[in-house]
């Protein structure tokens, strides 16, 4: 993706940068906002923060895996590969009944938006039928709609729009240079041309990334980098870290410092500051202080409920009473 660059000598004038729909970010200025020292950081996310949304609300989500297993993908740190052996098994796509049932259950525990991960590598046409369905029946019980269906074509995305759908989840997981360390059966070219057939079809985008996967500080500024530099940064940025899950290659990956991730949210805040920044997968290995400097950092959305797609999540009473610790509320649409 081609862009033109403005290239910062220091920290403190990475700090100083204010981004706007024209700003573009070198990886050297990602990488010096990185170097800033921790406070400054964390106190010019929450300025540009405070700039565009209320400190204090969080969206929460529910995500419902209304496909599991069998994908023909081999992304090294997913369960859901065909690839590998996770004892996750290959599942026949939901029923609409059984998908509305979880979508009020979310609704009525406090989400505003409902998200359905199918695991294909692209969906076929059929396929997309049937989940148009279950989005625009999502949509009539007054909720927002993700979607994560793989690669989509033009006539897909335009489906999917037809059918009401809100937001399109496309993750680019990592940095362009880092990508082909984990994922082979798709290119990083793959994954952006999905995205622009998302956002010509008039559907809002959901893009972020994997952390720890074993990338340097480097290509993780590289991915923040790819994505505040799109034409339209993502609306919603899912900041994942690494769940690890027997039987990936990515397994026995060294953890990485707490603060590093809470560091990576901060960053993702300040290079898109209009764009929701979610707090991911991993939530459930972190304490409370971390997650609260998460959100000091910026973070305003999570995933909530007791399941992401295949892996554990926080459960629901967690994040009640750390929300009540912590004096945060509801983001309402």
């Known amino acids: ?3 033109q660059i403005t290239w910062v000598q220091n920290p403190a004038q990475a700090a100083n940068k204010t981004a706007s729909n024209t700003q573009r970010w070198s990886v050297e200025d990602i990488e010096a906002l990185f170097a800033l020292p921790f406070n400054d950081l964390l ?7 405070r700039e565009h949304f209320d ?13 599991t297993g069998g994908c023909p993908e081999d992304c090294a740190y997913c369960p859901q590969s065909a690839k590998y052996d996770t004892g996750v098994d290959a599942e026949k796509l939901m029923p609409l009944d059984e ?9 009525d525990k406090g989400a505003t938006r409902f998200c359905m991960g199918a695991a294909w590598r692209s969906p076929k046409d059929h396929q997309v039928e049937a989940v148009g369905e279950m989005v625009s029946a999502v949509k009539a019980m007054g909720l927002e709609t993700c979607v994560t269906l793989g690669m989509l074509k033009d006539h897909q995305a335009k489906q999917l729009q037809a059918a009401g759908l809100d937001y399109y989840n496309h993750n680019l997981d990592t940095s362009p240079d880092f990508y082909g360390d984990i994922i082979s059966t798709r290119t990083y070219q793959d994954r952006l041309d999905t995205l622009d057939r998302v956002r010509d079809a008039g559907i809002k985008v959901c893009c972020g990334g994997i952390v720890g996967l074993g990338e340097n500080l480097t290509q ?10 799109m034409d339209e940064p993502p609306e919603s940025v899912p900041i994942n870290n690494l769940v690890k899950v027997e039987g990936t290659p990515l397994a026995d990956n060294a953890d990485i410092d707490p603060l590093d991730f809470v560091r990576t949210i901060a960053v993702a805040r300040i290079t ?3 764009s929701f920044v979610r707090l991911s997968a991993g939530r459930e290995t972190m304490n409370e202080s971390t997650q609260a400097l998460c959100f000091l950092a910026g973070a305003n959305s999570i995933f909530y409920g007791e399941k992401l797609l295949v892996t554990d999540n926080p459960e629901l009473e967690r994040d009640t009473q750390l929300f009540k610790k912590l004096g945060l509320k509801r983001f309402e649409n």
């Open 272 to 274: 898109m500051p209009k």
């Open 43 to 49: 106190f010019k996310a929450q300025q540009v923060h």
């Open 1 to 3: 993706m081609e862009s």
């Open 99 to 107: 998908v509305l049932k979880a979508a009020q259950a979310a609704k």
């Open 55 to 67: 400190p204090n609300a969080v969206q929460l989500s529910t995500l419902l895996s209304i496909k």
């Open 220 to 229: 993780r500024a590289g991915l923040i980098a790819q994505l505040a530099n």
